[in-house]
């Protein structure tokens, strides 16, 4: 009988500590969601500590950890946590994407494009060839860029609210590798209405609009949208400057782009990557 007790305490016991430990992985997952690092780098290190969760939660542990301590510009541990991920589940696209964007963290754009190629192996969604194109872009590879936001478009849903965006990368992308094909642009653009903005942009890539032309049809009277089309404008027209060997024109159409665009606008990360690469 007192055997049997003590067996049934240590049941109880174990169900106790693995009930703990999973209340702590689901505290590190809400605390991922509500936008707080530190709470989840907490609770995620816990639950790894304990030791006793299930075996099927541990890489999505290392991943809300990974991401935490992403947010938190921990990119090494961020980048060790997603190599525990990956020897566990060696198949998740999305693990390699976070594994990328630690690498990137890191300065290891060679390992980050590898592992975005393996992710797109995986899974090629509009997302993850979005990202990868960008990626590629910003180590100078125009041409693969192309060939990834072409395949994020010819992907992408014509619902989509960013295919224009995605349109207007792959014809900025191609033209800086001196490889726009105007015919794929054309079929693109088909469905999308370029009256409104970015259209403009695309009409210019089409040979259908000139620089003044553009320039004049970028604004809003709402303050807000005048202000973001006109600091998208000025990203593109670098952009388009750029390939053309005009660096000196592009110049301040770069630090307007900087100075102008909001922080979590694409154009803004780029106009810093392209400052970055023509200061080299």
Request: hydrophobic share 45%; charged share 20%.
């Amino acid at each position: 009988m007192l055997k049997a007790l003590t067996v049934f305490a240590f049941l109880a016991a174990s169900a106790t500590a693995s009930a703990a430990t999973y209340d702590d992985f689901s505290a590190g997952q809400n605390a991922i969601h509500r936008g707080d690092p530190d709470a989840a780098i907490a609770a995620f290190s816990r639950a790894l500590a304990a030791g006793d969760l299930a075996p099927g939660y541990l890489p999505a542990t290392y991943s809300g950890r990974a991401r935490a301590y992403l947010q938190r510009g921990r990119c090494q541990d961020s980048a060790s946590d997603m190599d525990a991920a990956l020897k566990l589940r060696s198949n998740d696209a999305e693990a390699y994407v976070l594994r990328a964007e630690a690498e990137i963290c890191l300065k290891k754009q060679d390992a980050a494009l590898a592992d975005f190629a393996e992710a797109i192996r995986l899974r090629p969604t509009v997302q993850i060839y979005e990202q990868f194109a960008f990626q590629l872009w910003t180590v100078g590879q125009f041409g693969a860029a192309a060939a990834n936001f072409d395949a994020a478009v010819v992907a992408s849903s014509k619902s989509n609210p960013h295919l224009p965006y995605l349109i207007l990368w792959y014809a900025m992308a191609a033209d800086r590798a001196t490889a726009l094909d105007q015919a794929i642009l054309a079929k693109h653009v088909r469905a999308i209405d370029r009256d409104n903005w970015p259209g403009p942009l695309l009409e210019l890539y089409l040979g259908k609009l000139t620089l003044d032309r553009v320039t004049a049809k970028a604004g809003d009277r709402n303050p807000q949208t005048d202000g973001e089309q006109k600091c998208e404008l000025s990203f593109y027209l670098a952009e388009w400057n750029l390939a053309r060997g005009m660096a000196d024109t592009a110049k301040p159409l770069l630090e307007n782009a900087v100075n102008n665009c909001p922080h979590n606008f694409l154009e803004y990360r780029a106009a810093v990557s392209e400052q970055r690469r023509q200061a080299k």
